[in-house]
């Protein structure tokens, strides 16, 4: 009966806290791949320019740092527009897009990234545990909603009611 508690409680901690398994990545990771780019650009082959960058991408979408997050969406953003490459490198920055969507708060647009990888890879494990943190991210967000809604529609009730008993 306690193992039921327990668990009970602690799916109504991560509901409520909104864990997910996504890692999350440190400054100092970021400034350690910052640097990493910039000795790649000095002479260096274009492919390992390219996996430094994808590597930066990571750690910044992958930050808890919401200007850190934006900038990884812009660079991913602009890689993706501004090549052609091959399904899997596509499908690496899709997803990582997407985390860094969901990290922002545009479960939606994340959602559609995630819809993109999987159709390249149907059963990537990465991109459908990723779908499902989504999905269940609307899914509180939708229950919190209708339970705020809820209970204002009960304050403005009782308020109706409390002013019409004092007229009376």
């Given at each position: 009966?306690?193992a039921?508690?327990?668990?009970?409680?602690?799916?109504?901690?991560t509901f409520f806290s909104?864990g997910?398994?996504?890692?999350?990545?440190?400054?100092?990771v970021i400034?350690g791949?910052?640097?990493?780019?910039a000795e790649a650009?000095?002479?260096t082959s274009?492919e390992?320019?390219?996996?430094?960058i994808?590597r930066?991408?990571w750690a910044?979408?992958h930050?808890?740092h919401e200007?850190?997050?934006?900038r990884?969406?812009?660079m991913?953003?602009?890689?993706i527009?501004?090549?052609?490459a091959?399904?899997?490198?596509l499908?690496?920055?899709?997803?990582?897009?997407?985390v860094?969507?969901?990290?922002?708060?545009d479960?939606?647009?994340?959602?559609?990234?995630?819809e993109?990888?999987?159709?390249?890879a149907?059963?990537?494990?990465q991109?459908l545990?990723?779908?499902?943190a989504?999905?269940?991210?609307?899914t509180?967000?939708?229950?919190i909603?209708?339970g705020?809604?809820?209970?204002?529609v009960?304050?403005?009730?009782?308020?109706i009611?409390a002013?019409?008993?004092?007229?009376k």
């Amino acid at each position: 009966m306690e193992a039921k508690i327990g668990k009970f409680f602690e799916s109504v901690g991560t509901f409520f806290s909104g864990g997910d398994n996504i890692p999350w990545c440190d400054r100092d990771v970021i400034a350690g791949c910052e640097r990493e780019v910039a000795e790649a650009q000095n002479g260096t082959s274009n492919e390992l320019v390219k996996e430094c960058i994808m590597r930066l991408s990571w750690a910044l979408v992958h930050s808890r740092h919401e200007e850190d997050v934006q900038r990884g969406i812009a660079m991913l953003e602009a890689s993706i527009t501004s090549s052609e490459a091959n399904p899997l490198e596509l499908r690496e920055r899709l997803y990582l897009l997407a985390v860094g969507y969901y990290r922002s708060g545009d479960y939606s647009r994340s959602r559609e990234l995630v819809e993109q990888c999987l159709m390249i890879a149907p059963d990537w494990r990465q991109a459908l545990t990723l779908k499902k943190a989504i999905e269940d991210r609307i899914t509180r967000d939708g229950v919190i909603g209708i339970g705020i809604a809820a209970t204002a529609v009960g304050l403005i009730a009782g308020g109706i009611a409390a002013a019409v008993s004092r007229k009376k």
